[in-house]
């Protein structure tokens, strides 16, 4: 998953807080479908890093409904890791991992789900805002 314009050449961005970027044979190519969602994971935050980039480059042209998608990408991106951290909770529950780590992944999966709703606030905010600027 590459957005345009971004290619593996890309270089990091060293201390911000993004995962380094891979190269070679991933997680899971080799024994189909053990490691798809580690691989799926890796593949949306290297994509999401990619997309934050473009965002900051001032001479990427970008407009108000553009945004707007953005935003609602943003959430439902975020709804979805709230649900996947909802899942590994239960998981980690299920393997025996009670305690402070099953609790820890419960506190982020809310966290998430709360930072989702407030990104469709914003999506909303945006959306009204240019329609009364049209």
Known sequence: M???GHSESTPS????HAPPRRSGTRRGEESGEQ????EVA???GEATVALG?????????????????VMRGF????????AGVGGVTEWLRAA??????SGHASVMAER??????ELTRLAEAIEKAQKRAS
């Open 13 to 16: 961005q060293a201390g911000r």
């Open 53 to 69: 980039e473009r965002l900051r480059d001032p001479s990427v042209p970008h407009d108000v409904p553009e945004i707007e998608r």
């Open 2 to 4: 590459t957005s345009a």
């Open 42 to 44: 890796w593949q949306v």
């Open 96 to 101: 025996g991992h009670v305690g402070p780590l």
């Open 35 to 38: 490691g798809y969602s580690a």
């Open 75 to 82: 959430s439902l991106t975020v709804e979805g890791m709230s």
């Open 112 to 117: 998430l789900s709360h930072i989702g709703k």
